[in-house]
């Protein structure tokens, strides 16, 4: 089965055919770096790090691009509002902050948020800043094309005319007539209220670093500029995926699509929307209180169940978050840890190239992700039967596949809060619980239960679990704690 992906602008989910054979090119919007991530952004970055895993492991080189936007309105007015005489400064938000400094701290912000999740970095992370003559050079041609025009009030700013366009509005199947107007710049100098800002002039009041010369005048890019400058520039006037949140959709990729396709570049061939994240139904919001962040989550439960519950819904669907939700990914990633760590007994287990034909079928029909996991979990519970049956070699089979279904979805490379130091306390507890269940063996063997009771109830005091076996004892620590399964 060839991979097939539903593709936004044509509301179909369709074969996918690469432009040039065993290679992918994609970009999908990064961050908009005003403040610290939500799980909106997490979600995003989880489903399109799955994306490209997947390709990977079919075989495709894939060159991945996710930028920056590193000068925005937003960024601009939380950096002013820190210089106000009133301004209350918090953790977030210092006083007196330059915006240049407030958007790099948060761009790390964001990276420590994908490092924690294992969300690898893209072959190129281009910041907006960093690319001015490029987006000078596409301003160029949509003016010399008739699509954009300079204003006449002496603003500097420079506008795509939408009227110019007939094919705008495609990606979103919307008329000109019933769209809204665009409010990213005075619409003093605007032909018609929907054309959107290429190049916004600078006005008093701004600082100074957040302006560049440009054939119009000082002043900086307009939002949706950006984005269609830098993937063209490292992925060519036509690549193959673009990708971002739904709720981009409109108007930022409208207008990419449409400031692109104007000045003669083919652009994206398949576009590619992940859904929302809500909370129990809801769409979350500050004002009525049901958020949860990626700090919360990461506090509350281990990050491979974080990763686990935000890549565990098909990317389009809506993934609703719930109390139970993380101790619900907790259990399921303890059932293929452990399933590992017992295989791991008898060989090293290591990915490797071969996945279940059912999970590859799941993963081509548009990455679904949900099937997929059915099959990992169905393979773990095959191993776990061919272990308890003595069938030694099976178990190892299945536990290499559930290890490669396990990379493909990212869940083997989060990386632990504190490895090294887990890795030396686990070591020391190991030694210790085994020592005891030599103890336990002994008493058993001498017929002496009382004694090896009492070893048992003393493990189980302090969250040892012990499961006896026709192989001999097995221990693992209690749901709630580091888990750590050990020899038998």
């Not at 048992?456 to 709630?480: C, F, H, K, M, Y």
Request: hydrophobic letters at 40%; charged letters at 25%.
């Amino acid at each position: 089965m060839a991979l097939r992906l539903y593709d936004t602008k044509t509301a179909t989910v369709r074969d996918f055919e690469p432009l040039q054979p065993g290679r992918v090119s994609l970009y999908y919007c990064g961050a908009t770096v005003q403040g610290r991530p939500h799980v909106g952004h997490v979600r995003s970055a989880v489903a399109f790090d799955i994306l490209v895993r997947w390709l990977e492991h079919s075989g495709y080189d894939v060159l991945s691009v996710r930028n920056v936007t590193d000068i925005d309105d937003k960024i601009l007015e939380k950096s002013a509002a820190s210089y106000a005489a009133d301004f209350v400064p918090d953790e977030d938000y210092p006083a007196g902050e330059p915006w240049f400094a407030l958007a790099y701290r948060f761009e790390q912000a964001f990276h420590e948020a994908y490092d924690a999740l294992g969300v690898r970095r893209p072959r190129y992370e281009p910041r907006a800043t960093g690319h001015m003559t490029e987006m000078f050079t596409l301003i160029r041609r949509l003016i010399d094309a008739g699509h954009a025009y300079p204003t006449t009030d002496d603003s500097g700013d420079v506008y795509f005319d939408v009227r110019s366009w007939p094919a705008y509005g495609e990606l979103t199947r919307q008329r000109v007539e019933d769209m809204q107007d665009a409010p990213d710049a005075d619409p003093r100098g605007k032909r018609d209220p929907r054309d959107f800002a290429l190049w916004k002039g600078h006005k008093d009041g701004e600082p100074e670093s957040a302006s560049w010369d440009s054939p119009w005048g000082r002043g900086r890019p307009g939002w949706h500029l950006e984005c269609s400058a830098m993937s063209t520039k490292y992925l060519g006037p036509t690549f193959d995926i673009h990708g971002g949140g739904l709720d981009l959709r409109f108007p930022h990729h409208e207008n990419e699509l449409a400031q692109s396709a104007a000045a003669g570049d083919g652009f994206a061939r398949y576009w590619l929307h992940n859904g929302m994240v809500t909370y129990e139904g809801e769409k979350m919001s500050k004002s009525v209180g049901n958020t949860i962040s990626p700090e919360e989550m990461l506090a509350s439960a281990r990050p491979v169940a974080v990763r686990y519950f935000l890549g565990q819904a098909q990317y389009r669907s809506q993934l609703d978050y719930r109390p139970s939700s993380l101790a619900e990914a907790e259990a399921a990633v303890d059932r293929i840890e452990t399933f590992l760590a017992r295989a791991g007994e008898v060989e090293e287990i290591a990915p490797g190239d071969a996945v279940p034909e059912g999970f590859a079928a799941a993963m081509d029909d548009d990455l679904n992700v949900p099937a997929a996991l059915a099959v990992l979990h169905d393979t773990v519970r095959a191993g776990n039967t061919a272990w308890d049956a003595g069938d030694r070699g099976t178990a190892v089979a299945r536990a290499r596949e559930v290890a490669t279904m396990a990379s493909v979805l990212g869940l083997l490379d989060v990386p632990s809060p504190s490895r090294a130091a887990d890795d030396a306390g686990h070591a020391a507890l190991a030694s210790l619980v085994e020592g005891l269940l030599e103890e336990r063996a002994e008493a058993k063997a001498a017929k002496d239960y009382a004694r090896a009771d009492a070893i048992r109830d003393r493990l189980t005091a302090v969250g040892v679990q012990i499961e006896d076996s026709r192989d001999g004892a097995r221990w693992s620590l209690a749901r709630g704690t580091d888990k750590e399964a050990a020899h038998g």
